[in-house]
Every structure is written in structure tokens, then in C-alpha cells.
């Protein structure tokens, strides 16, 4: 049960790393990278499961 724990912290902890990351750019930065402002959410997902 200890290591369901670790690992379900440990994507929430890259999930919230990666949204306040993407969310810390200014909407250039984001339309530089081709990024929509309402994508980042969804891209924070798929790069904590990663």
C-alpha cells in the first residue's frame, strides 16, 4: 500500500511541477511552443504519467 502511495505522490508531484511551469509563461512563450493556454492541464497529465 506504502509504494501505491509514493507512486500516485509522485505523479501528482510532476503533474503540479509541470502545470505551474507551463502556466508561469507569458502567452508568447506558449505560442511559441505551440501551446494553448487551455492545453496545459491536459499536457501536465500526460507528462506525469510519462
Do not use: C, H
Not at 509514493?6 to 501528482?12: D, F, N, Q
Amino acid at each position: 500500500m506504502f509504494e501505491v502511495l509514493k507512486s500516485r505522490y509522485s505523479t501528482w508531484k510532476r503533474y503540479s511541477r509541470t502545470l505551474q511551469e507551463l502556466e508561469s509563461l507569458s502567452n508568447r512563450e506558449l505560442a511559441d511552443l505551440g501551446i494553448a493556454r487551455s492545453d496545459i492541464p491536459r499536457l501536465a497529465r500526460e507528462a506525469a504519467r510519462s
